[in-house]
């Protein structure tokens, strides 16, 4: 794909900017499209999580990357996340100084999540252009802590920077699983994490999941620890230790006192560092695009590396169907070649058929004058047949019969076998329910008879035609065409590959006889033609009857359409993503440090901003940056 020129679009006022860059918002746009549209319907093993993982990267690209790569200069949405109970409700109103979030007792407290914003960045939220599932409400009063889910209460409040928004979210390990799965969105659209946790719970397994996942993506995030009694430095300790290990150590993190709560809310000095923290960020744009491209290039790379796992996924789809076709396709195939084997080796022509067949021809005589030539043989059929019935009925039904139960074997057979491999395979398994697939279909008994009648309808035919030009010879008139018809019918089923059975020496005085008197009528040549051709129109009409039963199953796929699941073009897609990434990366300014926007302070940051000069950064403040850090 041929990248255009991308749209620089100079950052103005001399800072750092998140320009739009339309080749890599583009790819993104389509590598949603092509989400959108990857099918998964088969339930190969896994697939509940592939689906899963298909929803939450269309979320995250709709939730969180597209939306930002749309819009340059967006506030920073700063979501606050946390085991249930750790206070990020009131934390978040004791970093406003008034309760926004009502805090609670019952757990858990927040469902409806809570954007904080200045009121000049209403715009930004108030349209479905971050977290488009969430209903917006902005009524001023809390919510009441049982509130409805799925709706994002917006705030305006004076006290936040322009520029920076706050969120307040469900908790993450919710015993409520739409609060939880929620938390879980809303993280997935922050462009930086405050974390919260208390000393007696900062251990948890489940936001330790979480925070190794942003530290895996390079997500920008910052922890507090909430409720830390004197002397508990340890914990602190422990906690800073494991936020190394997790790859965590460049995150600052914020140690709160426990105290008595004034009016649900934290004293100022116990939210100063915070304060202080977010206030700077929200003075100092190009930090705030920092942060913002951080974890957005985080997202681009995690969101590549997930779509090849899910083109993966789709490639799985395809030979999933594939795999269940051709245990179709061989057993009905076995129960094609079934049939073929049994209807040529003379198999058919003993017992009832051989029985009436003699009936009709007779014994002795006949094969006598086999034995001694056809000269002989002629004289003595055409001798035998005068004045005898022209039709062979019992050979005919005998034979219908005979081909009648071969067929409903083999059909049954493989339909057992089809269905016992797909009953294997969870993928096939998951598609048998409700279906009557381990044997033939109800009405394959009618079809059946249908075909085998059409089939000595057809041999009678071919006979007709051949003795078309010979209609006024004596022998073909005495034979009759019913004689001539059973007789080939009887050589079909003693012939393979052009070979009749007499020739391969199988099905013996049967078919011998069958076959002299055919010959004594239409000749050597006509007879082994005719042969062939009756047997071509009966391997298809059987072919057709076992493609019927066979489609019962590969029906069920064709609806599917997981035969057109293929990873190819969603890899394309993701490698068009790759270059316009890159592309995007190698063309940004350069950082360029400074403040500008909205320095006002944050409840609890005033005595540190209230200095006239620009503040060196904090130390925490670099290390989240990635800055001045030790090579
Ligand atoms: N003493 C004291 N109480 C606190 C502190 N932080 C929170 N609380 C109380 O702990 C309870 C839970 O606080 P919330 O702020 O609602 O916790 P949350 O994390 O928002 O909880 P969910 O919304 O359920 O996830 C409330 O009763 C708060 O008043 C604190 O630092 N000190
Ligand atoms: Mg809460």
Known sequence: MSVPEPDPRPAASGRLEAAVHVPLLDALERLRNRLVALPLPLRVSGVDAVRAERDAVIAQLDDYLLPRLRAHNAPLLVVVGGSTGAGKSTLVNSLLGEVVSAPGVLRPTTRSPVLVHHPLDGRWFSTDRVLPALARTSSDAPAAPAGVGRELRLVPSATLPQGLALLDAPDIDSVDVANRALAGELLAAADLWLFVTTAARYADAVPWELLRGAARRRARAALVVDRVDPGAEAVVDDLRRMMVGEGLGDSPLFVVPETVLV???????????????????????????????????????????????????????????????????????????????????????????????????????????????????????????????????????????????????????????????????????????????????????????????????????????????????????????????VSLMVLAFASTGGLTGVEVGIAGGTAVVAQKLLEAVFGDDAVRRLTVEARERLDVRVASLLDGEAARFTGQLDALGAMQADGAPLREVVDDVVAAARAERAQRAPVRPGHDGDTRPLRGAGTVLDEAAPRPRRGFWRRLLGRDAPA
């Open 263 to 485: 009016d649900g809310l934290l004293p100022e000095p116990a939210v100063a560092a915070v304060s202080r923290w977010l206030t700077d960020l929200g003075a100092d744009a190009a930090a705030r695009t920092d942060v913002a491209l951080a974890t957005r290039d985080g997202v681009v790379d995690d969101l590549v590396s997930r779509a090849r796992g899910l083109a993966a996924a789709a490639d799985a789809q395809r030979e999933a169907d594939a795999r269940l076709r051709e245990r179709v396709h061989s057993a009905y195939a076995d129960a094609a070649a079934h049939v073929r084997a049994v209807t040529s080796d003379g198999a058919l022509l003993r017992g009832e058929v051989l029985a009436r067949w003699q009936d009709f021809v007779g014994t002795g005589d006949l094969f006598r004058s086999v034995e001694q030539g056809v000269g002989r043989l002629r004289d003595s059929l055409t001798g035998f047949f005068r004045g005898r019935p022209a039709v062979a009925p019992g050979v005919e039904t005998a034979l219908a019969h005979g081909l009648q139960a071969v067929l409903l074997d083999a059909a049954d057979e493989a339909a057992g076998r089809a269905h016992a491999a797909w009953r294997a395979d969870p993928a096939g398994a998951a598609l048998l329910g409700g279906l009557e697939l381990s044997r033939a279909s109800r009405g394959l008994r009618d079809e059946v008879d249908r075909q085998v009648r059409g089939w000595q309808a057809d041999v009678l035919g071919l006979v007709r035609e051949q003795g078309a030009d010979r209609r006024g010879t004596a022998r073909y008139l005495s034979f009759g065409v019913n004689a001539l018809g």
